[in-house]
């Protein structure tokens, strides 16, 4: 794959991407991204960036929990009635955990086994059946690096491809669109070494430029009931280096909040 050159555009496309299924464990996703293409009148482009929900995946490689499957233990339960939580979605949260940060009020913060902070450990029951829930993907940066070699054997176009998630942030209320996965473009582009416009040398930023285009995406992917699991990041101009989500991640010593 050609080496691209860093550069920047003035104006970015976002296109949703509307009519696939609703997925199940199985799927194939790149053919129904392709049969989806088809129905919208698109087609690809090279540099564009393919953002998928964490959910479609989810669902596709099986990461779906029957509830009434679950067996809890007695942290479960403990934590569970604390927080006011469902035993079953404690136990699962527990499951999923490397470590729990902190349990206040109805939320458990964890860091995840992939190495995420977040509410819950990404464990989610909306979109989903009555009575089920959907994990995070078993290794969401696997996923995608395989849904990039496959859309671009089939398309024999250069792209990158992210799949996002809805996270909270340190100090900030609300969610926003996240990546959890990258493969094609950066995590992080590193600017320092660069000149700002009045000549000074930037010596501390880098910028996280998968999340930056998850957030964009979820704009128009949504929340809830949109329907749009997968849209089209057109417009970026970045090199294609190897890359992996574990880039934006801190080391526990230099976690500020922990």
């Known amino acids: 794959m050609s080496e691209k050159k860093i550069g920047f555009t003035d104006h970015l496309e976002i296109l949703g991407v509307k009519g696939l299924p609703e997925i199940k464990e199985g799927d194939d996703l790149t053919a129904l991204f392709f049969d989806a293409l088809e129905k919208n009148c698109l087609s690809l482009e090279d540099d564009d960036a393919i953002v998928f929900t964490s959910k479609i995946i989810s669902k596709s490689e099986g990461r779906v929990v029957t509830l009434s499957d679950v067996k809890t233990s007695d ?132 910028e996280a430029v998968a999340d930056e285009i998850c957030a964009a995406a979820n704009l128009v992917m949504g929340e809830f009931n949109e329907g749009i699991p997968v849209a089209i990041v057109r417009g970026l101009r970045l090199k294609q280096p190897e890359s992996n989500i574990k880039d934006v991640l801190f080391h526990r010593e230099a976690d500020l909040f922990r």
């Open 75 to 206: 942290e479960a339960k403990r934590i569970a009635e604390e927080t006011e939580k469902d035993p079953r979605i404690a136990q699962l949260i527990l499951n999923e955990a490397k470590e729990v940060v902190r349990v206040e009020r109805n939320i458990i913060i964890v860091e995840t086994k992939h190495g995420f902070v977040c509410a819950n450990a990404g464990i989610d029951e909306s979109n989903v059946e009555e009575g089920k829930a959907v994990l995070l993907p078993e290794d969401p940066q696997s996923s995608v690096s395989r849904l990039k070699n496959e859309i671009e054997e089939r398309s024999g176009k250069e792209v990158s491809v992210l799949t996002s998630d809805t996270f909270g942030r340190a100090f900030r209320d609300g969610v926003t669109g996240i990546c959890i996965g990258v493969s094609g473009i950066p995590a992080l582009l590193d600017r320092r070494g660069e000149l700002d416009r009045f000549g000074k040398i930037a010596r501390i930023t880098k």
